[in-house]
């Protein structure tokens, strides 16, 4: 088990810091293998990736399974996020999950007992984000594709300062925002934000604009949903399932 369940990005202090990035990669499992997919996440890679974390050629990694909603037939969704402190680290993070040295099984064994359906990488870079280094088993993922980025990103920087002093109550571990990378393009919202939390409960109030929300004024939400006339594009809870620590 992680010694933290999930803090989804550490304390960082952005003074004189390289921009902090990080890699969404989503793949597709099929329910019935979930089970041994899990297993050979936490067997090969996690302690992979420790090893990657100590060496510092990694900030972070975790895994998260998208928790239960949507359609009955749909495969499960799950994202590795792999956290850099720099793009120069990330770049140069090389294949550290391969299984061979440290476990003298070859990767193509250790991790092709379970069909993976590949989604996609995609890369953000950190704008701001708050940690209260408390461990948070549950993070809603959100996309948005706003009509004015600059103004969203300084609104967004304003709300989450009104909100800050709340978190410890409300049982919010960590939020941020990011502005995704590559690849850029219509189809690809160019705005991401994630909503760590303690309990599911708390993930399901803060989709209903309570939990650390309620210590926001309501003209700051008139004004998110002028520039997001449709609001989210899409918006997940995420469960930890395994990681560094």
């Not at 297993?39 to 890679?45: D, G, L, R, S």
């Not at 003298?104 to 989604?119: C, L, N, T």
């Not at 300062?161 to 502005?179: D, E, I, P, Q, R």
Request: charge should be negative; include cysteine.
């Amino acid at each position: 088990t992680m010694k933290k369940v999930l803090v989804l990005l550490a304390l960082v202090c952005f003074q004189g810091q390289a921009q902090r990035v990080f890699q969404l990669q989503a793949v597709n499992i099929d329910p019935s293998d979930a089970e041994q997919f899990e297993m050979v996440e936490k067997t090969f890679a996690t302690p992979l990736a420790q090893e990657a974390k100590k060496n510092g050629e990694i900030a972070d990694w975790y895994l998260m399974k998208r928790t239960i909603g949507g359609r009955a037939s749909e495969k499960i969704l799950y994202v590795w996020v792999h956290i850099y402190d720099s793009i120069e680290q990330m770049v140069n993070a090389g294949d550290w999950w391969e299984t061979q040295e440290k476990f003298g099984v070859p990767s193509s064994v250790a991790y092709g007992s379970v069909e993976r359906d590949p989604i996609g990488s995609f890369t953000y870079k950190i704008e701001k984000n708050y940690d209260t280094n408390r461990p948070g088993k549950y993070v809603i993922f959100n996309w948005a594709a706003p009509t004015d980025l600059g103004a969203t990103l300084q609104l967004a920087d304003e709300i989450s300062s009104s909100f800050k002093s709340n978190m410890k109550k409300s049982g919010m571990t960590s939020w941020g925002m990011a502005t995704r990378v590559y690849p850029q393009g219509a189809d690809y919202e160019p705005l991401f934000f994630w909503d760590g939390y303690e309990t599911y409960q708390q993930a399901m109030e803060h989709l209903m604009n309570k939990a650390v929300l309620e210590a926001v004024k309501p003209e700051m939400f008139e004004k998110l949903f002028k520039l997001l006339p449709s609001g989210f594009a899409n918006r997940f809870i995420m469960e930890g399932i395994t990681g560094t620590n």
